[in-house]
C-alpha cells in the first residue's frame, strides 16, 4: 500500500464503507418486504453488528491524516468533490461520541416501539417520558455539531439533510408561503365546491393494480432488469442504486393512492438508477440531498404524474385493467388527482394542504432543538397552528395530531425536504416548459423524453458533484426560487 | 474486556461471525430468489467484501492463543463441543494461505460461468481448459489440509462435508450397495413393467401449486412466522434458523416433482427452524453435517413423503387444489413416486438409480484428487460406470453425462453426503417404527407428532453437540449401518 496517495485510501474505505452499506439496504428492504417476525430480532442483531463495524471503519484514527494529506494532493474536480463528500461523512461520525450514538438509538428504539402502541392509545403523557430523553439527546448532538460547524443546533440537524441550507433560510421561505397559502387553500375549495367528482367503483384486485402500476412504471422508464415493485406496510424506495426497491401498499376499494405512491417512488428509483455509475462505490455518486431526491418523487408526482397530459395518457391504461368506468375519464382523473380537502394527516394530505403541514412541524421542531419550548409545549403549538394554517381542530386528539409521524422518535431537522422538493420540482418544470412549450402535448402523446432527458442531465447524472446551490443553478439558472411553486400551484389550483 | 475468560472471547468473535454470516445469507437467498440481472456485479462485490472480513476475523492472530487458552478454562460439556466446533471452524480457515482462497474463488467464477454454455455446447474440451486449473488448485487445498489433519488429500475435503468419516469407510459403504443395487434395480423393473401408472392432466396453475405446496408445508409443521418459500431457478433452502427460506421451482404441465421438492427443502427447513435457540450465535448450534442435513430432508421426502399413509393423507388435498382426478388416488400416486427409470440426470433420478450416481461420481472425484487419474480421464471413467450401474450409455454426450452437474467447477468431496442422508433416514424410521408399530396409520390420520417429535428430540435439537456417530447412536443405538437403507428399498420396491 506504500504507493497509495491519501486520496487513494480514502477512496478505497469508503468503497469498503458502500460494500457494507449495500448489504445493510438490501436486508432493510427485506426486512420491510419479505422478513416473516421471527426473524426480526435476529435481523435486528446483525445489522447493528454492521453499523458498529461501519462506524469503526469511519472512526479509525487514520482518516483525519489521510484528509488532511488528501487536500494537499493534485486532484481532479470530480474527485476534489469527492473528498468534499468524504470529509463530510467523515465529521458526521466523528463529531459525535460512540456513548452518544448509542444512547440515541437506543433511546429512539424505545420511544418508537412504545410509540406504536401509545399513538394508537392516544397517549401523550405516555409518549412526553420516552421524548423528553430523545429531545435530550438530540440537543446534545446538535450542540456538539453546531459547535464544529457555527449556526444553531437546528441548523446542524438541518444541514445532515439538507447541506448548506440554514434554517433562517428555511423560515424566511416557510414564512412567505403562510402569507399566500391559506388563501390559496380557501379560494381552491371554494372554486372545487361546484366541481361534481366521480369516484371509481371497486372493488380493484391487487393482482391488477399491480399490474397497472408495473406498467406505468415501465412508462415512467423505470429499469425492471436494475429494480422491483413489492408491497410493505410504509412505500419507501431503497436498496442500492444498481438494484432499486420500490414498495407500495394496495387497498382493494381504492386504486388511486396506491398508483401515485407508485408514480411518487419510481421518481426515487430513477435517480438512483441513474446515477453516475462509474463512480458508484464513492459519496460524490450518491443523491445530492433528502430535498433534491425528494424533488425527483415530487417531479414524477406532482409535475408530470398530476398533469393534465399525464393524467390523458394513463386514463385508457386504468380502463385497460380495471375495466372502463365514468371516473377514469381523464378529466374525472384530473378532479380527482387535485381535490382539495383540509386534514389531519400529513401522509394523506392534497398537494396544496401538504405544506402547511410540514411548516407547522418546521416550526416546533427548531424551537424544540433550539430551546425556545420544551416538549411538553408540543400540543398546545400543534392546536394553535394547524387551526391557523388549516382551520382544523386537533384538541385532545393527539392520535392524529402530534403523535401521528414516527420521525420525532429518532429525527429532527426532515421535515422541511418535503416541501424544499415539491419547490424545486416546480422550479424544474418552469425550466422545462421554457425548453419545451408543447411539453404537456408531447406528455400526453405519450413522449416523456423531453422531462427524462433534462433530470436526467441536470440532476440524476450528477450526483453530489455539486453543491445543492451550484447544482440547481446550473440546472435552472438560479438558485432556490420559491416564486415557481406558488406560481405552478397557482395555476393548476386557480386557472 | 480484562475479565473476559479466553472462552467468552471466542465467543464474542463467533458470535460476530453469526451476524455476519446473517447479512450473506440473507444476501445469497435475494441473489438467488429476488435480486433482478444488473444487481449480481455489486452484490458479489459486496459479499466478497464482507467474506474478506469474515476471513480477518477467523485468522485474527490472537485467535490462536485464545483457542489453546481456552482448552485449559473450566468448560461445561455444551461449551466444550462448542470450542470443538470453533478450533474445527479456525483449522479450516487458517490452514489455507489467503492467496489459494483468492485463487481458488477466480477459478471456480470462471469455470462456473464457462460452464453454463459449455454444458450447453456439449463442449467438454472447452470445459477441460478450466477444469484442470480447478482441479490443481482443489489438490493443493486438499494436500495442505491433509497435511495438518493427517489422511488422504480427499479425507481432507470429505471432512469439510462430514466432520470424522474417512474415505476408505465410503468405499467399503459404496462398496456394498454395488453389490446389491443394480439387481434390486432390475427387480424392481420387472416388478413395475405390469402395472399401470395414470398420469395426472396438465395444466397446473403456478398459483394453485403454490397453494397446494403452502398446505403440505403447513402439515409438515413449517414455522411461517419464521420462514418463507418463495422460486428460484434451483431449488434449495437458505436463509438463517430464525428465518428459513425455502424455494422451489414450478411447471405448469407437472406438479409432481415441484411438490415432492418443497417437502424435501421443508424436511431442510424444519432442521434449521428447530436448532437450540439459546444456543444460535455459536457454531455448536448449528446443523450438524452435510449428511445429516440431507437426512432431514430425505426423512421428509423418501421416509414420509413418499409413504403409502402420507400420499393417503395429501391426495384429497391434491384434488381439492386442483380438482379430482383419476391419477389422484392414494395407489395411483405411490405408483407415479415410486417409478424407478434409470436415467442419465442425477437429480431428476428416482430413490433406488439416485445412488448410482453418487457412487460413480465418488470414485471418480476420489481418484481424481488423490492423483490416480486426471481431468481428462473423467469422460471414460463417467461412461464405463454408468453402463455398469444403471445401463446407460453417455458415449459423447457430456452434456447429459459429466458436464451435468454444477460441484466440480468448485466443490468436492460433497456428494457422499446424499446417499448417506438416505443411509441416515433409512436408520431413522426403523427406529420409529420400533417405537410406533402403528407409524403408517397414525400419518395416514395426519398424526405426525411420532414423526417431528423424534427427529427434534434426536436430531433438531442437538445442533452439533456430539460428533456425528455420537449423535446417530444416541438416536438409533448404533452409528451408522447401511443395512437399514438396503432393506428399506427392498420393502418399498420388492414386496
Redesign the interface.
Known amino acids: 500500500m506504500g504507493n497509495q496517495t491519501a486520496y487513494q485510501s480514502l477512496t478505497r474505505t469508503f468503497q ?1 464503507l458502500h ?2 452499506g ?3 439496504a ?2 432493510s428492504w ?1 426486512q420491510a418486504a ?6 426480526n ?3 435486528a ?6 453499523q458498529v ?1 461501519m462506524h469503526q471503519l469511519i472512526t479509525a484514527p487514520e482518516l483525519k491524516t489521510q484528509l488532511d494529506a488528501a487536500e494537499q494532493e493534485a486532484l481532479d474536480p470530480s474527485q476534489r468533490a469527492n473528498l468534499r463528500e468524504i470529509r463530510r461523512d467523515w465529521q458526521l461520525a466523528n463529531l459525535l461520541p460512540a456513548e452518544l450514538i448509542e444512547a440515541k438509538s437506543l433511546a429512539a428504539a424505545r420511544c418508537e416501539h412504545a410509540w406504536r402502541s401509545q399513538r394508537r392509545a392516544n397517549d401523550w403523557q405516555g409518549f412526553l417520558q420516552n421524548f423528553r430523553e430523545v429531545l435530550r439527546l438530540a440537543r446534545e448532538e446538535a450542540g456538539l455539531l453546531a459547535q464544529a460547524q457555527g449556526g444553531s443546533r437546528y441548523d446542524a440537524l438541518l444541514d445532515k439533510y439538507e447541506p448548506g441550507m440554514k434554517s433562517a433560510d428555511i423560515a424566511r421561505i416557510f414564512g412567505d408561503v403562510k402569507t399566500w397559502l391559506p388563501g390559496l387553500i380557501a379560494k381552491a375549495r371554494d372554486k372545487q365546491a361546484g366541481e361534481s367528482v366521480i369516484q371509481p367503483q371497486g372493488p380493484f384486485s391487487v393482482e391488477k393494480q399491480r399490474q397497472l402500476g408495473l406498467e406505468v412504471m415501465g412508462l415512467l422508464g423505470f ?6 415493485l413489492d408491497v410493505s406496510n410504509h412505500p419507501f424506495c431503497g ?5 432499486v426497491r420500490i414498495t407500495t401498499r394496495y387497498r382493494d376499494d381504492d386504486f388511486v393512492q396506491s398508483l401515485m405512491g407508485i408514480i411518487h417512488e419510481t421518481g426515487h428509483a430513477r435517480y438512483e438508477q441513474s446515477l453516475p455509475r462509474g463512480l ?1 462505490s464513492q459519496p460524490v455518486a450518491r443523491a445530492r440531498s433528502m430535498g433534491i431526491h425528494e424533488s425527483q418523487s415530487l417531479s414524477f408526482e406532482m409535475q408530470l404524474g398530476r398533469s393534465r397530459g399525464f393524467l390523458q395518457l394513463i386514463a385508457p391504461l386504468i380502463g385497460k385493467h380495471f375495466g372502463e368506468q365514468p371516473a377514469f375519464g381523464a378529466d374525472n382523473l384530473a378532479r380527482l388527482y387535485t381535490r382539495v380537502a383540509p386534514g389531519y394527516i400529513r401522509v394523506d394530505a392534497d398537494e396544496l394542504c401538504y405544506p402547511a403541514h410540514v411548516i407547522l412541524r418546521f416550526e416546533i421542531e427548531r424551537a424544540l432543538i433550539d430551546g425556545e419550548i420544551e416538549a411538553e409545549d408540543v400540543p398546545a403549538l400543534w392546536d394553535e397552528k394547524m387551526m391557523a394554517y388549516l382551520g382544523v381542530d386537533t384538541r385532545g386528539n393527539y392520535r392524529d395530531g402530534c403523535l401521528q409521524d414516527i420521525h420525532w422518535t429518532d429525527t429532527f431537522g426532515y421535515f422541511p425536504s418535503y416541501t424544499l422538493g415539491a419547490m424545486y420540482a416546480a422550479q424544474y418544470f418552469a425550466t422545462i416548459r421554457r425548453q419545451e412549450p408543447q411539453l404537456d402535448e408531447k406528455i400526453a402523446a405519450g413522449n416523456l423524453a423531453p422531462v427524462f432527458d433534462w433530470l436526467n442531465a441536470n440532476i440524476w447524472s450528477q450526483g453530489s458533484r455539486w453543491t445543492t446551490n451550484e447544482l440547481v443553478e446550473r440546472a435552472t439558472g438560479e438558485t432556490l426560487n420559491p416564486a415557481y411553486y406558488r406560481a405552478h400551484l397557482q395555476a393548476r389550483y386557480l386557472d
Open positions: 469498503r460494500h457494507f449495500h448489504l445493510s438490501i436486508a427485506d419479505m422478513m416473516p417476525s421471527k426473524g430480532e435476529a435481523r442483531a446483525a445489522q447493528a453488528e454492521l463495524l429499469d425492471f432488469d436494475g429494480g422491483r436498496g442500492v442504486p444498481e438494484d458508484l
